[in-house]
RNA sequence: GCGUCGGUGGCGGAGUGGUCAAUCGCACUUGACUGUAAAUCAAGCGCCCUCGGGCUACGAAGGUUCGAAUCCUUCCCGGCGCA
C-alpha cells in the first residue's frame, strides 16, 4: 500500500491540465488544489476549524521553523503535526529548502519567491547592503544560523528527512535549494547538481524507513529559468529511484521566479514529469499564476500570499486586490467582494474591517485571513470544476477580466 | 491681584542664538508582500515648484542681532503657589 494514491479523473483538453483526486492516510484531496500555509504548525490568525470552513483541504508546514521550535521530537511526542495543531485532514512539510535561499542568498535583499522586475539593477548596484546571510551551503548540506537566537544548525538531505519523519505530514518534501534568479548560469548549474544529489539522498533514505509506506515523499525539479536545466532536472528528479527501486511519490517544483520565466519553466517541467504522479508548483498562488499553473500540469500550490496579505490588510476580491487601510473603505458599509460567501463576507462590512485594522485589532488578521483563504481555495476549486465540465477557459477569461480590470 | 513655570507642526514631546521646515513617538496617507526572517516592512506627511530651490512658520505684537523657536519688552492663554 502506497503512502498515497493519485488518481486523474478528467484531463484539460489540449494542455497539461487535469482534474483529479490525491488520497493521504488523513483524507484525499480534490485537485488542483490549494495548500494552506501553515509554516509553525498554526495557520497564521485562524484556528484550524475556521481554516477548514473556508473549504481548505490541506496544510503545509515548515521543518525548518518547527526543528527550531518547539523541536521534532516534541511534535513527534504529540503524536504528529496534525494532532498537534488539531487540523484532522492532509498534511504537508516543506523540507526547509526554501530557507536555504530566504535565509541565505535571499537574506536582507529584499528579494522573494519573484523577482521584481525594477529591483535588479538595484541590487547588483548595491549589494553590500544585504544583510550578512544565515546560511552556509557546501557540498554536504547547509549550515543555518538560526533567525531566532543565532545559534546554529546543519541540515543534511538525511537530517531533514529525518525531521520530517518525526513531525509526520503525509506529504513531505526532498532537501533542496532554491537559487535565486540573479545568480549566474554557472552558479544554477552548481547548486542544481546538488540539488539533485540531495533528492537522491533525501530519497534513499526516505525509502530505508517503514514510515515511508505512510508518508509520500515529493522531489523537487530546480533549474532557475534555464531550459536546459528545467529540462534536465525534471527529467533526472523523474528517474532518480532509491536502492530498493522506488522514485519519489510526486514532485515538487521550486524556484525563485521572475515573473515572465514561470509559465514556460513550469511548461517545460511538466512536459517530462510522469503523468500520474502529483505535482506540487512550490510558492506559487496568485490568481493569474494559479490559472496558468493548473492549464500547465500542477496539481498543487501553496502560497502565504492570502494569510500574510490578509493578516497585513490586503484582500482579494473579483475586481482586483484592496488594500483595507485605505480612507476609502472607512465609509464602506458593503460586503469585502460582492461575489464572496465566505464567513467574513457574510457577517462584515469593509468598514467595519478598516476600523479593526486601524485599531490594530486582532481580529481583522483573521477575518481578512479567512476571507483570502476562501477567495483562493474556492478559486482553485472553480478552476477543477472547470475541467471536469469544461468550462475551464470560460472561468479563466471571465475572471482575469474582471480581476485585472 | 502677586509670584512662578509653561505655550513648538493633527496629538505627545525634543530643541534653548546660526548646521531648524524643526530629533523622536503616535496618528494620518500611500505602497510592497507569491515553498512566512513578516499581525511586517518601506515611503510620504507646512505651502509652491522639475532636481535645485522659493515662500510662510515654533501663542501674538514689537525689539536686540549679520542671524531668533531659542535673548529682551508688552499682551493673550494654561498649570501651580500665595493672597
Not at 518534501?173 to 540539488?195: G, I, K, N
Not at 460582492?338 to 486582532?362: I, P
Amino acid at each position: 500500500m502506497p503512502a498515497i494514491t493519485f488518481t486523474i479523473n478528467k484531463k484539460l483538453e489540449g494542455t497539461l491540465g487535469r482534474a483529479g483526486v490525491l488520497e493521504t492516510k488523513h483524507g484525499s484531496l480534490q485537485t488542483p488544489c490549494f495548500v494552506t500555509v501553515g509554516t509553525k504548525a498554526a495557520v497564521k490568525a485562524v484556528i484550524p476549524e475556521q481554516v477548514k470552513d473556508t473549504g481548505a483541504q490541506v496544510v503545509l508546514s515548515n521543518t525548518y521553523h518547527l526543528y527550531l521550535q518547539p523541536g521534532h521530537e516534541r511534535i513527534e511526542k504529540a503524536g504528529g503535526l496534525g494532532k498537534f495543531m488539531n487540523w484532522q485532514g492532509p498534511t504537508m512539510t516543506d523540507s526547509g529548502g526554501f530557507q536555504v535561499f530566504s535565509l541565505g542568498s535571499a537574506y536582507g535583499k529584499g528579494i522573494g519567491k519573484l523577482l521584481k522586475p525594477s529591483t535588479e539593477p538595484i541590487l547588483s548596484a548595491a549589494p553590500e547592503d544585504a544583510k550578512p546571510k544565515l546560511v552556509d551551503i557546501d557540498h554536504d548540506g547547509a549550515m543555518f544560523r538560526s533567525h531566532l537566537d543565532g545559534s546554529a544548525h546543519y541540515f543534511t538531505p538525511e537530517k531533514s528527512i529525518e525531521i520530517q519523519h518525526a513531525i509526520g505530514a503525509d506529504m513531505i518534501f526532498a532537501f533542496d535549494e532554491c537559487t535565486s534568479p540573479m545568480e549566474p548560469f554557472t552558479y544554477q548549474r552548481q547548486a542544481l547538481d546538488r540539488t539533485h544529489r540531495w533528492g537522491k539522498r533525501s530519497l534513499e533514505y526516505h525509502k530505508s524507513k517503514p514510515i515511508s509506506e505512510v508518508q509520500a515523499l515529493f522531489g523537487i525539479v530546480q533549474g532557475g529559468r534555464h531550459e536546459e536545466l528545467r529540462k534536465e532536472s525534471a527529467k533526472v528528479t523523474a528517474e532518480t529511484v532509491a536502492s530498493n527501486g522506488e522514485g519519489f511519490d510526486g514532485f515538487g517544483i521550486g524556484g525563485s521566479f521572475a515573473k515572465e520565466d514561470m509559465e514556460t519553466a513550469v511548461r517545460w517541467v511538466n512536459e517530462i514529469l510522469p503523468e500520474e504522479k502529483p505535482r506540487h508548483l512550490l510558492g506559487i498562488g496568485e490568481p493569474e499564476d494559479l490559472f496558468m499553473a493548473v492549464e500547465n500540469g500542477c496539481d498543487l500550490f501553496d502560497c502565504t500570499g492570502p494569510t500574510r496579505l490578509g493578516r497585513t490588510g490586503t484582500v482579494y476580491t473579483s475586481t482586483g486586490k484592496m488594500h483595507l487601510h485605505n480612507a476609502e473603505f472607512r465609509d464602506d458599509f458593503t460586503k469585502l467582494d460582492a461575489a464572496c460567501d465566505c464567513y467574513t463576507c457574510t457577517n462584515y462590512t469593509r468598514a467595519y474591517l478598516s476600523h479593526l485594522f486601524h485599531a490594530k485589532e486582532m481580529e481583522a488578521g483573521t477575518l481578512a485571513s479567512i476571507h483570502n483563504i476562501h477567495f483562493i481555495v474556492n478559486l482553485v476549486d472553480r478552476m477543477r470544476e472547470g475541467i471536469l465540465d469544461g468550462t475551464f477557459h470560460a472561468i479563466k477569461e471571465n475572471f482575469l477580466k474582471k480581476y485585472k480590470g
